[in-house]
């Protein structure tokens, strides 16, 4: 993909953007514990999620696509498959999928692409293994392909070093199919799960660190849900309108939980003029997010991390056009992404022209410095990819093997050339 410098300022309302993944993933595996027919409607198509309906399906759900909305009827029991269960580029799938089928009695294997298959998957299968969960794969169990053989699990309490809505669902998915659990972590993750689990009718308690999941006694209800438009995707084109002078654009039918819009509120800190109008409420707030053009200053992130790891990448972006020293700090899981973030982020940057300086947990990136085009291969990684498509407005810009955005936001070229990019595939 080749993307020219923008020549002028943009404005646009913009209704299609990518429908959200975690909820989307969450939605479809959530329905394998209910009594009835799931509804989903605007349901993210993109290759992993359609790779969770897959497996969905493989588990012996019956699932039904009608015109915009995913039905999905479980089965009285998950079936032990007779394939491979393929998460494509997902750690959200196959994290998830882990601590649900250890609870499940029957022999299960997970794998995904090869970028997916060099992820650590220890932080998962460690906790359950303590609770008798029985699960094998490369480099002792760390690493996909994973066989498990899953079967009714312990009562359990985790404290948990690290703060990931990955491995805190996982865990309640366990608990729930188990004999319940107590989980704790260090900051609170995004909480989509408690938040649908508890629509649902699961009986989960706490004070967001603390949760405590009690086992179920009969199936939940089942959802019907309207996924709203990802702002972790949107965020993208919200750094966009941020580096084009004179730039606004508005972002609609946003969800607009705390825990995913706390980026927004670091590009408002750097100086951005950012409005939420909240719209509508069902299991989470859902609005328009509206972003206009101000010059952006320097700005230091440190708290609130596992709010801002997907969009780091683009708010690296937003730093290379500060003016100042900006830095994110405590941010070592991103190294354990899709790629390591920080290191593909800091070569892709210097190749730029920014002037970066690389840590063990982030980086420092002096901003205003002049950009120039550049080749940038992103690793497999959707995020890296589209965050330099994104400095490309300014300077233009080569993404080599972009075909790794499809894994999220199959229209993110079609939304580019509208608001005026000019992109070549």
């Known amino acids: 993909m080749k993307i020219y410098a923008q020549s002028s300022a943009f404005k646009a309302e913009i209704s299609n953007i990518a429908s959200d993944k975690s909820i989307s993933h969450r939605a479809a595996i959530f329905s394998l514990l209910s009594g009835g027919t799931t509804k989903i409607k605007n349901y993210l198509f993109a290759e992993d999620t359609k790779c969770t309906l897959k497996i969905v399906e493989n588990l012996g759900a019956k699932v039904e696509i009608k015109d915009d909305c995913v039905c999905i009827t479980p089965p009285e029991k998950p079936k032990e498959p007779n394939c491979i269960l393929e998460c ?4 959200t799938a196959m994290r998830l999928f882990m601590g649900l089928l250890a609870s499940l009695d029957g022999f299960f294997v997970l794998s995904g692409d090869k970028y997916l298959n060099e992820r650590p998957m220890k932080r998962v299968g460690d906790p359950l293994a303590k609770v008798g969960a029985k699960i094998y794969g490369r480099n002792g169990g760390d690493k996909a392909p994973l066989a498990i053989q899953g079967g009714k699990l312990e009562y359990f309490e985790y404290e948990s070093k690290i703060s990931s809505a990955q491995v805190k669902t996982a865990l309640i998915l366990a608990g729930l199919n188990g004999n319940g659990c107590k ?3 260090p900051e609170l993750s995004r909480d989509h799960t408690e938040r649908m689990l508890k629509g649902m009718g699961a009986e989960i308690s706490g004070d967001g660190l603390t949760l405590s999941v009690k086992p179920l006694k009969k199936p939940l209800k089942p959802l019907e849900i309207f996924v709203p438009n990802d702002p972790s995707s949107a965020f993208f084109y919200a750094v966009a ?21 706390y980026a927004y509120e670091i590009l408002r800190q750097m100086g951005a003029d950012i409005k939420f109008k909240k ?34 990448p683009a708010l690296a972006i937003a730093f290379a056009c500060a003016n100042g020293k900006s830095s994110l ?16 982020m800091a070569k892709g940057l210097k190749t730029c022209g920014v002037e970066i300086v690389e840590f063990e947990d982030g980086f420092e990136i002096t901003g205003g410095c002049g950009l120039q085009p550049a080749i940038i291969t992103p690793h497999g990684d959707h995020r890296i990819a589209m965050s330099f498509a994104i400095l490309g407005l300014k300077s233009g810009m080569i993404i080599e093997d972009d075909e790794c955005i499809a894994t999220s936001f199959p229209n993110f070229k079609d939304i580019l050339r509208q608001i005026g990019a000019k992109v070549e595939d």
């Open 88 to 91: 494509g580029n997902s750690g």
């Open 183 to 185: 989980f704790s972590e």
């Open 241 to 261: 309108a941020c580096i084009i002078p004179n730039s606004k654009i508005v972002l609609k039918n946003m969800l607009l939980n705390k825990t995913r819009t």
């Open 279 to 312: 719209t509508s409420e069902i299991y989470e707030e859902i609005g328009d997010i509206e972003v206009s053009y101000a010059p952006l200053k320097a700005v230091s992130v440190s708290e609130n991390i596992p709010w801002l790891i997907d969009e780091a």
């Open 329 to 344: 700090r405590n941010a070592k899981e991103l190294r354990v992404k899709e790629c390591d973030r920080i290191s593909v």
